[in-house]
């Protein structure tokens, strides 16, 4: 599909420059709050791109606008150069197909009445070969073959994350979007996971936009970041450009209060366990020590 260049994102273009763009964004809830205060981003196609702030500095805000899922009080959202921002939902089919979230929550967002097959398979509609397609996720995510004959609350945390990831894959989209995605998980799921997201974009050529509070996590996953501080982007660059000589005292601040940079993310010696065990796992994952 062509379509003509938007005046807000002047290279973004199929093949070419960045998949998504936002520009001037602002996002004003009904009660006064202003929860986006004129952000500009474009996230190149292909990159892992982090988005790391406190909790309330506006994260899921503007991944929700990324998604369309949300209307901007100002500002463009363009995804190839083509405005989504007040688009009517019958006209947001393509974006539904290429642009994929995985949220936080995998309880809030499986529904417990529908066995795993049908959820996997919800956003594909009917086609001839999706019980071939849903076997192909189950195995890409690492879950057993008959999880599909189940419903998700016979699983684990970290299974359900599987679950959400292989329902987000089902319509081959290019962009996924992981919107605190492992923060509720314990740390050697977590890490599981995060393996799991990695192995997944490589494989699919995805592009990544990782958002988590969690700055360690950021650094391990993604190699742009912008940081968001009550609705601004302060900076944004390269991880390594911004981890290693912050420009902006809240990056400095933040970067010192983080426990799981400076290696604490990593498992401790003897304890990793594979992928294959956890997936193999009926309904436990290995508990984690606890934390601290
Ligand atoms: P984050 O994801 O970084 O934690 P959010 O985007 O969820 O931040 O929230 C940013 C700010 O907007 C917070 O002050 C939050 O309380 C507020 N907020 C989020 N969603 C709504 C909503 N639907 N109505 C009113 N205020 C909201
Ligand atoms: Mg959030």
Same mark, same amino acid.
């Given at each position: ?30 009660? %006064?709050?202003? *929860? ?21 500095? %506006?994260?899921? @805000? ?25 688009? $009517?939902?019958?006209? !947001? ?30 956003? !594909?509609?009917? @086609?001839?070969? $999706? ?5 192909? !996720? ?19 945390? %970290? ?21 605190? *995605? ?22 699919? *050529? ?22 968001? $501080?009550? %609705? ?45 065990? *956890? ?14």
């Amino acid at each position: 599909m062509t379509s003509k260049p938007d005046s807000a994102a002047p290279d973004a273009a199929p093949g070419s420059g960045p998949i998504v763009s936002v520009r001037d964004l602002e996002r004003t809830y009904r009660g %006064g709050v202003h *929860a986006l205060r004129g952000v500009s981003l474009d996230v190149p196609r292909g990159g892992r791109f982090g988005i790391v702030g406190e909790s309330g500095s %506006g994260k899921s @805000t503007l991944v929700r606008l990324l998604a369309a899922l949300d209307r901007p009080t100002a500002g463009t959202v363009t995804f190839e150069g083509q405005r989504i921002d007040h688009r $009517r939902e019958s006209d !947001l089919g393509f974006l539904r197909r290429r642009l994929q979230i995985v949220f936080q929550d995998p309880m809030g967002s499986l529904d417990p009445r529908m066995r795993v097959r049908d959820i996997i398979s919800e956003p !594909l509609g009917r @086609t001839r070969d $999706r019980d071939e397609r849903v076997a192909e !996720l189950l195995d890409a995510v690492g879950l057993p073959s008959d999880a599909g004959a189940q419903y998700p609350h016979r699983f684990s945390g %970290g299974q359900r994350q599987r679950i959400s990831i292989a329902r987000a894959l089902a319509p081959r989209p290019e962009v996924l979007i992981a919107d605190e *995605a492992v923060s509720a998980l314990d740390v050697l799921v977590r890490k599981q996971i995060l393996d799991l997201l990695t192995r997944l974009v490589d494989e699919y *050529a995805l592009t990544l936009v990782f958002v988590s509070h969690d700055l360690g996590v950021v650094r391990k996953m993604c190699d742009e970041v912008a940081v968001m $501080r009550r %609705g601004e982007v302060v900076e944004h660059g390269p991880v390594d450009e911004v981890y290693d000589a912050p420009r902006h005292d809240y990056t400095r601040e933040l970067i010192a209060a983080a426990p799981t940079l400076h290696g604490a993310l990593r498992a401790p010696a003897g304890s990793a366990t594979s992928e294959a065990s *956890a997936a193999g796992a009926e309904s436990s994952e290995p508990e984690p020590p606890p934390e601290g």
